[in-house]
């Protein structure tokens, strides 16, 4: 249902920021908010991955995530970016579950048999012939990305693959913007030369299409039953 909603949506629509789209969203558009599920379930599931969650948690935590934002849309002020606002949401729910179920974190083993051709798609790479972008490569970086230091993986995650700016990243995480600086340089340190010369952030811990779709098809779902 969800997915026959996205596409009847404008293509203009699409192309509103979140200031201009949330307004409408909470007046009573609640269709619009499909296009902020799909605007931001990537970088959602990277935070999630950085945390250390499995695939399938990963998917709990961000439906919970995007019911919070919505029911809270009103309480939205403006004071900082929604992507701030809603990848904080995201690390408070991530928290509370590492708690609730003495959370260990896991090194990626199962969900990468099931998932790991989806996770890493190369759509962007046209020419196999100079992709160097394959299974084997997609696996190694996850697993020197989930290999870090927590503090170094996160300050990876929000910086380099969700796009937050120093500032951004240092309020999530509760420190200083120079800690932050120093935290991203020392995670690059680490990884190892031919990772970092060669990773691009759309493709490592890709939230594949067919995902998005499951994401945003459940979440909307539950939407329509609260507005009933």
């Known amino acids: 249902m969800a997915r026959v909603i996205f596409e009847k949506i404008n293509e203009n629509l699409l192309k509103l920021s979140d ?3 949330i307004p409408r969203i909470v007046s009573g558009d609640a269709a619009l908010f499909e296009v902020i599920i799909r605007r931001y379930n990537p970088v959602l599931y990277k935070t999630g991955r950085a945390y250390g969650f499995n695939h399938h948690d ?13 029911e809270h849309l009103r ?3 403006n004071r ?14 991530c928290y509370h579950k590492a708690n609730k179920f003495s959370f260990k974190k896991e090194k990626a083993t199962g969900w990468q048999d099931n998932n790991k051709s989806c996770m890493f798609m190369t759509n962007n790479h046209s020419d196999t012939d100079k992709s160097v972008i394959n299974k084997e490569l997609s696996q190694m970086i996850e697993m020197a990305l989930d290999n870090l230091p927590y503090d170094y993986k996160m300050a990876f995650t929000l910086r380099e693959l969700a796009g937050l700016n120093v500032a951004e990243t240092a309020a999530l995480l509760n420190t200083s913007s120079m800690n932050i600086k120093t935290r991203l340089s020392r995670a690059k340190m680490m990884l190892r030369k031919e990772i970092e010369q060669v990773y691009s952030p759309e493709e490592i811990y890709e ?22």
């Open 75 to 77: 309480g939205f002020e």
């Open 207 to 228: 939230f594949n299409l067919v995902y998005c779709d499951k994401i945003a098809g459940v979440v909307m779902k539950r939407i329509l039953k609260l507005n009933n």
């Open 80 to 93: 900082s970016s929604f992507k701030t606002w809603v990848l904080r949401i995201m690390l408070n729910q």
């Open 19 to 21: 200031t201009e789209i």
């Open 58 to 70: 990963i998917e709990d935590l961000m439906q919970d995530t995007y019911i919070n934002a919505y």
